[in-house]
């Protein structure tokens, strides 16, 4: 059974950071990309960030391009997100998404292998 764990998420002042994981069992991890996905309250799921298997390319979303990084590490399965700058409408909850090719997060797309999501708010 492929399972995604989120952790990290939590409380957190505006222009402050966070950083998420998301730890992968149950599959091969370096056949996969990976990535992020999050939800606001009354508002669509939007993609995030993702990154290839190999490292080779990260997409990011334009509306956290330059305040959030991905990275991995195959060797503990584990997919990251650090988020700096943080602002109020960044408040979601946040999924990591597996799936055998990489997706732009700024065009719709549905990975096979969802986590169950980590909450983070950002308060004003």
């Known amino acids: 059974e492929v399972q995604l764990e989120e952790s990290g998420g939590g409380l957190v002042q505006t222009g402050g950071s966070l950083r998420l994981s998301c730890q992968a069992s149950?599959?091969?991890?370096?056949?996969?990309?990976v990535g992020w996905f999050r939800q606001a309250p009354e508002k669509e799921r939007e993609g995030v960030s993702s990154?290839?298997?190999?490292?080779?390319?990260?997409y990011v979303a334009d509306s956290v391009k330059g305040r959030f990084t991905i990275s991995r590490d195959n060797a503990k399965n584990t997919v990251y997100l650090q988020m700096n700058s943080l602002k109020p409408e960044d408040t979601a909850v946040y999924y990591c998404?597996?799936?055998?090719?990489?997706?732009?997060?700024?065009?719709?797309?549905?990975?096979?292998?969802w986590g169950r999501g980590t909450q983070v708010t950002v308060s004003s």
């Open positions: 149950g599959l091969t991890f370096d056949d996969y990309a």
């Open positions: 990154i290839s298997r190999s490292y080779g390319s990260a």
């Open positions: 998404a597996a799936d055998h090719q990489q997706w732009n997060p700024n065009i719709p797309h549905l990975p096979r292998f």
